[in-house]
């Protein structure tokens, strides 16, 4: 899976050689102002515009309703309408899920559209703004001005409306890409409080999104607009589109503070009560803002070329956007095995794209956010007790499986080598070997028994091949779990899986000076070049895998 921060990444590092670096100044800039979220929300960058805090669990941002591709973050550049703004998105990743929770306010008559888009209005982005932690835009249908800032679990909207009679609607009904609506439910709590949730599949299966939202000015009114859910002919839940109605005056504003979680209602509404008490956009504004200067700030480049330095300090931003925090303020969440546990004492995290990340994301958070990284470990460690496996690709409770490789055990060696975090090593270390010893996952029994796993055997957990790929990150993987064993002087281990590291030997062919598919038999695949996208190759080809060998 193709993922931004790789890319962002690659930039960073470009930009440090080009600039040079320098320890920070007594007067430190703006940090925040420097991101450009707008880059990669055109062509196929996948990323978003809206507001998140650093690592946030809220990601609240526009969505132009339409489905597709070029629209799994919700937003396409090219696009000139917006159809809500939902509190879940995914960053550069090609898998199109969340847009949980989503708000869209209108002035009445509203203008709706045909599904999939609906109810919507057309926007210019000669009207629209965003830095990191802000995102602002005029809808031009309805003359409504809309802010968005957010703090870890909760996202704030302010809109301010012409002289009308106004409306709020919050769709929980519509579903985009890969999502379905399997059950939703809003009730009103008080004149300015509600709370429901959001149950879906998709590529997060078994999805629990809880809300609890408190708008700063009574509403007139509440409807909701309900219908049957149907799965394979049966009823499985109820649908909801609810409408809040005001009359408001020219310039007035009205805050929309919503606060998630994976838990329940009454644990979104400690989030709120606990993160965003009071309506007051500009003071949250503010302490983001302040959030996103302070982890910037631990990168300085000097640089006169402004583009140069939006461009470096958007890839930092991107590559702080996930992994993401998920628990609740008290440190409950929502497990795998879908139970609900609570951290005590550290932070549950989620958002795990291990295949794109473990190479440079996670070895560059050791250094700019260690705290965090220790984090990480005990998720990949509570995960790993109640799904009986470290995660892949995690997120929302579920694990994907997306891509190869049992990187958790490169990201826990690195911490575990570099002195970080308080975690228990040997349970750490526990959790890496049984993890690379499950034979029955992804040809991991072939590659024991081969010393690599073939391209022409495949079974329900090697079905998409990448034969070449798993032989070469199983084989960095090994070298990253003997390194940890051997600081642990456990020297069985150390010596069974440094073994297995060099098993990258085996798809070498000096014949060619590339790495090779090879069959159950031994034998190098023919026709191969290393030009070629294949379905032995996980999205890279023979030159790109040909360095894959980082021991």
């Known amino acids: 899976m ?12 470009l930009s440090l050689w080009a600039c040079g670096t320098r320890m920070p100044d007594a007067n430190p800039v703006s940090y925040a102002d420097l991101v450009n979220p707008f880059i990669g929300t055109d062509f196929t960058g996948n990323t978003y515009p809206g507001a998140q805090a650093p690592f946030g669990m809220v990601q609240l ?5 339409l489905p ?3 629209r799994i973050s919700g937003y396409f550049y090219p696009d000139s309408t917006i159809a809500g703004f939902s509190h879940t998105h995914l960053s550069g990743t090609g898998a199109g899920d969340l847009y949980d929770i989503s708000f869209m306010p209108v002035t009445l008559p509203y203008r709706e559209a045909e599904a999939p888009l609906g109810i919507h209005s057309m ?7 965003a830095s990191a932690g802000y995102y602002q835009v005029r809808l031009k249908d309805y003359n409504i001005n809309v802010e968005l800032t957010a703090t870890e679990r909760c996202g704030i909207q302010r809109y301010t409306f012409p002289e009308a009679d106004a409306a709020v609607f919050l769709n929980l009904r519509k579903a985009m890409n890969w999502d379905f609506t399997n059950d939703s439910h809003v009730e009103a709590v008080d004149s300015v409080t509600i709370q429901g949730y959001r149950f879906s599949d998709g590529w997060a299966r078994g999805q629990r999104v809880y809300f609890r939202t408190r708008f700063s000015k009574p509403f007139i009114s509440m409807q909701l607009d309900t219908a049957a859910v149907l799965k394979d002919g049966r009823r499985i839940g109820t649908s909801v589109v609810a409408r809040f109605d005001f009359k408001t005056k020219a310039g007035e504003q009205i805050l929309v503070s919503t606060a998630i979680s994976g838990v329940s209602m009454e644990g979104a509404a400690r989030n709120l009560a606990t993160e965003v008490p009071e309506d007051d956009f500009d003071k949250y504004l503010a302490a983001t803002r302040k959030a996103w200067d302070k982890h910037l700030a631990q990168i300085e480049i000097t640089c006169d070329d402004p583009d140069e330095k939006a461009k470096f300090y958007t890839a930092l931003y991107h590559s702080m956007l996930a992994p993401t925090v998920y628990c609740d303020v ?3 969440y929502y497990g795998p095995d ?12 989620s958002t795990f794209s291990l295949w794109d990340t473990y190479r440079a994301a996670h070895p560059l958070y050791t250094f700019i956010a260690p705290e965090r990284v220790n984090d990480m470990v005990k998720s990949f460690l509570a995960f790993y007790e109640q ?3 470290l995660p892949v690709w995690n997120f929302y409770g579920s694990e994907t499986d997306m891509m190869i490789g049992y990187h958790a055990a490169a990201v826990i060696a690195d911490a575990y080598l570099k002195g970080i975090g308080d975690f228990d090593p040997e349970q750490a270390l526990e959790a890496c070997v049984n993890t690379a010893n499950i034979d029955s996952y992804r040809g991991i029994g072939l590659y024991k028994k081969l010393g690599y796993v073939p391209y022409n055997l495949t079974d329900a957990y090697n079905a998409e091949n990448w034969s070449l790929s798993k032989t070469l990150e199983y084989a960095y993987d090994d070298y990253c779990i003997a390194r940890m064993a051997e600081k ?24 060619t000076s590339f790495m090779q598919p090879r069959d159950d038999k031994g034998r190098f695949i023919e026709g191969f070049s290393p030009d070629d996208y294949t379905p032995h190759i996980c999205e890279s080809n023979g030159w790109q895998y040909f360095w894959s060998v980082q021991h």
Do not use: M
């Not at 642990?488 to 014949?511: C, H, I, M, S, W």
């Open 488 to 511: 642990l002087g456990q020297k069985q281990t150390a010596d069974e899986f440094y073994k297995r590291a060099g098993n990258y030997k085996n798809v070498y062919n000096p014949q």
């Open 123 to 129: 926007f210019s982005h000669s009207e629209e703004s």
């Open 68 to 70: 597709g591709w070029d």
């Open 330 to 332: 008290d440190g409950t």
């Open 387 to 389: 799904n009986g496996r």
């Open 338 to 349: 879908r139970k609900i546990h609570q951290a005590v004492g550290w932070t549950n995290y």
């Open 2 to 13: 193709k993922l931004i921060r790789a890319c962002s990444l690659f930039a960073l590092f």
């Open 61 to 65: 941002s526009p969505d132009n309703g």
